[in-house]
């Protein structure tokens, strides 16, 4: 028995380490899991966020071609209200599944600029519908449109740990006519 006494202690640090090195897989493969999931989650909300922003912007897009015919706009494809209602009908309907997606995965941040952004461009919808033409209205409308547009990409970033990003207000150049050489 005295042997077994003996060897007692090297039987308990063997026992102790085993459980400490069990512990220590368990603990690095739930961190690993967790990062794992963060990652996939964030691979969504990065989706939800790109889908939701294309679905506002064909909505944009329309407005401005339609707002070039009702001469507001300098968009180089004028588009008339007629042509323009099946577009925006498929702007909506693209925009409302979107929309529950963003609803489901976004944080409260950029739910709520995202709000900001398409109460806008609702707005501008509604003043390409009802066919107005005063142009200085027309641009207090972009200039919401793109800051709301901005605040969302802002907040976006936010959300996902990414550094600032670019304004996308691009500086055009502005042509000049052709001279008339007859």
């Given amino acids: 028995m005295s042997v077994f006494l003996q060897q007692l202690p090297a039987l308990i640090g063997v026992v102790v380490g085993a459980l400490g090195s069990y512990l220590a897989l368990v603990r690095s493969d739930q961190a690993r899991f967790g990062r794992e999931q963060a990652a996939r989650w964030e691979e969504r909300r990065l989706a939800v966020y790109g889908d939701y922003a294309r679905s506002v912007k ?6 401005y ?5 009702l001469g507001c706009g300098t968009h180089p494809d004028p588009l008339s209200l007629d042509e ?3 577009l925006l009908a498929e702007a909506n309907n693209g925009r409302d599944p979107s ?6 995965l976004g944080s409260v941040e950029v739910v709520d600029t995202a ?3 398409v109460v806008t461009v609702m707005e501008m919808e509604r003043y390409v519908r009802e066919g107005r033409r005063d142009p200085d209205a ?6 919401r449109q793109r800051a709301g547009r901005e605040g ?8 996902l740990g990414l550094p600032p990003g670019h304004a996308a207000r691009w500086r ?10 007859r």
């Fill in 99 to 104: 929309g529950e997606a963003l609803l489901m």
């Fill in 138 to 143: 027309w641009q207090a409308l972009l200039a």
């Fill in 115 to 117: 709000r900001a952004w």
């Fill in 172 to 181: 055009l150049p502005v042509s000049e006519p052709v001279p008339d050489q």
């Fill in 152 to 159: 969302y990409y802002t907040a976006v970033r936010e959300d």
């Fill in 84 to 86: 323009a209602k099946p």
């Fill in 58 to 63: 064909k909505t944009v897009t329309v407005t």
């Fill in 65 to 69: 071609r339609v707002a070039a015919a």
